[in-house]
């Protein structure tokens, strides 16, 4: 558990934030220049808050009124910075074995071969960084801070200073991190696909403050965060179970809200997996009879549970499908011409190609932050 | 034409072993001095910049002139040192490493601070943040990376106290075989009737000597260079 409460100036910026997490990946989310990146700083040691607590597993690192500061040498908080930080007079492997010389011999994991292999990352050992691609860097950088045995691992948008291709390449990756070394993680990120694929916990800040922590269904379900987090992605995020494979079609057919949900192939997946979908507002349609003669191939039934505020002409709507959320997004016009208010039944309509590698998630884990059983691959 | 006599045999070596004592002494106090410069934030910081770079500025003679008031046989240093721990600067070859140290020091300090100033700080938090405390990152960062600062910094340095005359001339004087360095020689060759032949001979040293460090300097920088991936 991380409990952190902190009170600090920058300049003219003012960051008092506090948050508590169970969550094995507490995604801290909001946009840039929201403090996010600051908060980390601290947990980590790097800046010296004016006033804080910070406690990880009830170990206290931080507590300004008794005078408690462990430095960052000694808090075992591991480090991924955005542009990785490799050291460039060192080989891969010595970047590698760095924090875990610093280790003390009992405390070490023992895992140099898994986290290599968990990583994928042994075929570059013997290169110098600055040979390596941004996404190699950036496995590197994980597997360094891995091996020195931390306690918590923070991420600063590890993936921000990627292409698409490489973001693609590393997130299965960090999607296997917590499940395979238990570690637990502090993500901070701006990017709704990440978040919504990655966290169990997600804390939302803005301007320096805390607005919502919650799992991550609820948060990515609430209408009124929206407009801290990000308009354009913003959507539900939800649990399905992988029912079949659509060879033919090349499709796979997903159970979810109490109804099916076709989406593009997944690779690699057997039926029975657990999957999060991140469907996002934008991607979904609503139509107050069962839609006929449609191309969109998911249609699931629902009703409306709340209607959220006006955007200039576009209103968020949130229906319960089976107990489920699914977001909307519409104009107010179609709001008013259907007649949409509170307990109405609607269908809502998702077109398939609206999903791609961003917002299908492999993760073994369910988006209301328990464990599932699942099988991997 | 090129068999050198006892005498400048004896100038060419004690050049080189002034300059080498001088190099290798001033490194540690340098480094120490770049990193407070670079990264130090206290009073009388302006103060510190002077003295280090004084002697750039100054006449040699000068310079010369004030070790020769401190580091004296009379001076409040020299006289402290020479009590305390028996070592004497005037008028003996240390004298001339002393001097050629101080001359050397503001390049040397330059080319240092300038390399600490290029380091990426937050290599040095990543270091941190494995749990390494400052002094392992020092040394396995910080040094490391201003390794190319160093080796130009040593260079320039060797190379100022290969060519240093005013002040030590003026503190220690011109003894044959004692501090007699490579320029005194020269210059007192040039002063006596028939002694052409001997400074062509020794000025043909001194720029072998001097070039052979500069080529030096850049092979190891090229080295270092392509090692941290840095170079053009």
């Known amino acids: ?377 | 034409m090129f068999t050198l006599t006892p005498e400048e045999q004896a100038a060419v070596e004690l050049s080189i072993r002034v300059s080498l004592w001088a190099t290798v002494t001033s490194l540690p106090p340098g480094l120490v001095v770049a990193m407070l410069l670079s990264r130090g934030k206290f009073w009388g910081k302006s103060i510190l910049n002077g003295i280090v770079f004084l002697p750039l500025v100054l006449p040699p003679v000068v310079t010369g002139y004030i070790l020769l008031l401190l580091f004296g046989r009379r001076g409040p240093l020299g006289a402290f040192l020479a009590d305390n721990f028996g070592i004497v600067f005037a008028f003996r070859w240390t004298g001339a490493a002393l001097a050629c140290a101080v001359m050397g020091f503001p390049l040397l300090v330059r080319a240092l601070q300038l390399s600490i100033d290029a380091i990426d700080r937050g290599l040095e938090d990543a270091a941190g943040t494995l749990g390494a405390n400052s002094v392992w990152i020092f040394v396995t960062v910080t040094l490391p990376l201003i390794l190319p600062g160093i080796i130009a910094g040593t260079i320039l340095s060797f190379a100022r106290a290969m060519g240093e005359f005013g002040a030590t001339i003026t503190f220690v004087s011109n003894i044959p075989g004692e501090t007699q360095t490579l320029p005194s020689a020269i210059y007192t060759f040039t002063q006596v009737p028939g002694g052409d032949v001997a400074a062509f001979r020794l000025t043909a040293i001194a720029i072998v000597v001097s070039m052979s460090a500069l080529l030096t300097s850049e092979a190891i920088g090229y080295l270092v260079g392509r090692r941290l991936g840095v170079e053009g």
């Open chain 1, 1 to 377: 558990m991380i409990q952190v409460d902190v009170q600090h100036r920058l300049g003219s910026f003012d960051l008092k934030a506090q948050f508590v997490s169970e969550g094995r990946v507490t995604a801290l989310f909001g946009r840039s220049g929201s403090g996010k990146t600051s908060l980390v700083n601290i947990i980590g040691g790097l800046i010296r808050p004016d006033h804080a607590y910070i406690s990880l597993d009830g170990d206290v690192i931080v507590d300004t009124k008794h005078k408690v500061f462990v430095p960052k040498h000694r808090r075992r908080v591991g480090y991924v910075f955005q542009e990785g930080r490799l050291f460039p007079h060192l080989t891969v492997r010595q970047n590698l074995l760095y924090g875990w010389w610093f280790t003390p011999a009992a405390k070490r994991l023992g895992q140099f071969p898994q986290i290599i292999e968990l990583l994928g990352i042994g075929h570059l050992l013997d290169r110098h960084p600055r040979s390596l691609s941004g996404g190699e860097k950036q496995r590197v950088a994980i597997g360094r801070a891995l091996l020195a045995t931390p306690r918590l691992l923070l991420m600063d948008e590890p993936l921000a200073s990627l292409d698409e291709a490489r973001k693609a390449e590393i997130l299965p990756y960090l999607e296997r991190l917590y499940d395979e070394t238990k570690v637990p993680i502090v993500y901070v990120s701006h990017s709704v696909p990440e978040v919504a694929r990655l966290a169990s916990t997600i804390v939302v800040m803005t301007d320096g403050r805390v607005v919502a922590t919650g799992p991550t269904a609820d948060i990515m379900a609430r209408l009124d965060l929206i407009p801290f987090t990000n308009l354009v992605e913003a959507g539900a995020v939800l649990e399905a179970e992988i029912l079949e494979h659509d060879e033919k079609f090349g499709l796979t057919v997903l159970r979810l809200c109490g109804g099916r949900l076709w989406v593009p192939r997944l690779n690699g997946q057997i039926p029975g997996t657990k999957v999060r979908v991140h469907i996002r507002a934008r991607d979904v349609m609503i139509s107050t009879r069962r839609p006929e003669g449609l191309s969109a191939l998911n249609v699931l039934r629902g009703v409306v549970a709340e209607l959220g505020p006006q955007c200039g002409p576009i209103l968020d709507v949130r229906l319960d499908c089976g107990g489920q959320a699914i977001l909307a997004r519409l104009t107010r016009r179609s709001v008013e011409t259907l007649g949409l208010s509170q307990g109405k039944p609607v269908y809502a309509v998702i077109k398939t190609v609206g999903f791609d590698r961003q917002t299908l998630g492999s993760a073994f884990r369910q988006a209301n932050g328990a464990d599932t059983t699942a099988i991997p691959i």
